[in-house]
């Protein structure tokens, strides 16, 4: 392909693929923006569950889990350490949840440390949307 050309065909193929996912709604975009920096791999919720559940190594030691604040079940509300309560984490509940992107940004940055003592891959990130997206 000529060189003039890459930018103009990198520009349709962003849109391609991005055009479907913004007239969905913005989670969806939240979604779509992950999976093209995965590859455009598909997500798990299967993996996002045990994710969730999951007793993780490196973080600190007083949050363990997800499950540390955000309860066993995210369709319930979550405590913080110091009796913060938190809202529901699965969509079906809390439908806002996963749709602005800086919300989305700021807490994987602060959860993902806590919890893994280090920022979230982007398959934990669209696994973790995945699971509580089906909830």
Request: a positive charge; glycine letters at 10%.
């Amino acid at each position: 392909m000529n060189s003039y050309l890459r930018p103009a065909a990198a520009a349709l193929i962003a849109a391609t693929l991005f055009a479907p996912a913004a007239s969905a709604g913005p989670r969806e975009a939240i979604i779509a923006a992950l999976q093209a920096e995965a590859g455009g791999a598909a997500f798990s919720a299967t993996n996002g569950q045990a994710f969730y559940a999951a007793n993780q190594a490196g973080g600190k030691p007083d949050t363990p889990s997800c499950t540390t604040c955000h309860g066993k079940d995210p369709r319930q509300t979550g405590q913080t350490r110091v009796g913060k309560v938190i809202d529901p984490m699965a969509v079906s509940v809390a439908p806002d949840r996963f749709t602005d992107p800086e919300k989305v940004a700021k807490w994987f940055g602060r959860n993902c440390n806590s919890v893994l003592g280090r920022d979230c891959t982007v398959t934990e990130k669209g696994d973790f949307i995945a699971y509580l997206t089906g909830l």
